[in-house]
């Protein structure tokens, strides 16, 4: 079974980033100069997915026309001979139908999100990105989840050491200690409290599952904060499969919170040597400052 579609679960509303996302969708916020949801687009097609599935909800709009042609803008930037502008934005046009929208017309959480791209995804296995989790590494960490897969041919989710005061925020896993990181499920619990918490080993943003998830999701069952919610159905889905958990290489940012969003941008620009160059006596000078 090889991994080929990736849905990315954008219908959420942003409310943490008002009034910024008022009028905007919330992936389209930017890190430097690229949308959110840009990144992890790139990371999908870097891993080897061909065929990327959103699902939407209202008010964005803005998603679909930025992986679409903008013939006005294209041919402003020809005409002013702004060939490397234009090479930019015609390298986010993939080709026709490996972008599939679909709507999700009830924010009834992750796990019916996910459920929402059941005919598109079809059977067989597939990756789940959030977008809110921007992972800077040198292999794409789907990719490195991938080839995880290939070996083990079964559900698989990154994970990452948290604090104990918040795994409360997180799906936390109750499984057997990290090997050559890789780790055994033995359960999962959405979001619990740290004295209820079986560790702290927590899922991020990036899974690859297989199909007999569907079925699972089809049940609707509400969970933690009136929503359906993934971790418990992957929890169901231990019944009858083995999943796994990965320690990614890399470094996680949490753009979903404004802290986390604001390192995400300051840690790209220091990637960039021009900006750098500007960055560090501003960054300096602001730290003596305080």
């Avoid at 009028?23 to 065929?51: C, F, N």
């Avoid at 209820?196 to 069952?221: Q, V």
Wanted: net charge negative; with cysteine.
């Amino acid at each position: 079974m090889k991994v080929r579609k990736a849905v990315f679960p954008v219908a959420g509303l942003g409310t943490r980033f008002l009034p910024a996302t008022k009028a905007m969708a919330k992936e389209m916020l930017p890190i430097v100069d690229k949308p959110l949801i840009q990144y992890a687009v790139e990371e999908a097609y870097a891993s080897g997915i061909t065929q990327i599935i959103f699902v939407t909800g209202a008010g964005k709009q803005a998603i679909e026309n930025h992986f679409d042609h903008s013939c006005e803008l294209e041919h402003m930037l020809m005409a002013r001979g702004k060939d490397s502008e234009l090479k930019a934005i015609h390298s986010l046009i993939p080709d026709s139908g490996s972008i599939i929208y679909t709507r999700q017309n009830q924010p009834l959480g992750l796990g019916h999100a996910i459920w929402c791209a059941r005919n598109i995804v079809g059977n067989e296995p597939f990756a789940v990105l959030l977008a809110d989790d921007l992972i800077k590494a040198e292999k794409p960490v789907l990719k490195q989840m991938i080839e995880k897969f290939d070996e083990l041919q079964s559900s698989i989710v990154s994970v990452v050491e948290v604090a104990e005061k918040d795994t409360s925020k997180y799906g936390i896993l109750d499984a057997d200690p990290l090997v050559d990181s890789v780790t055994k499920i033995r359960g999962l619990v959405e979001k619990p409290q740290p004295t209820e918490a079986p560790s702290n080993l927590a899922i991020i943003g990036r899974y690859i599952l297989t199909p007999e998830i569907f079925d699972i999701l089809e049940g609707k069952e509400v969970g933690a904060g009136g929503e359906i919610q993934i971790t418990d159905a992957m929890a169901r889905l231990l019944k009858t499969q083995s999943i796994y958990g990965y320690r990614y290489q890399g470094t996680r940012f949490d753009c979903g919170n404004k802290a986390g969003f604001q390192m995400a941008n300051l840690s790209f620009s220091m990637d960039r040597p021009d900006m750098r160059e500007q960055l560090m006596p501003f960054i300096h000078d602001l730290i003596q400052m305080k």
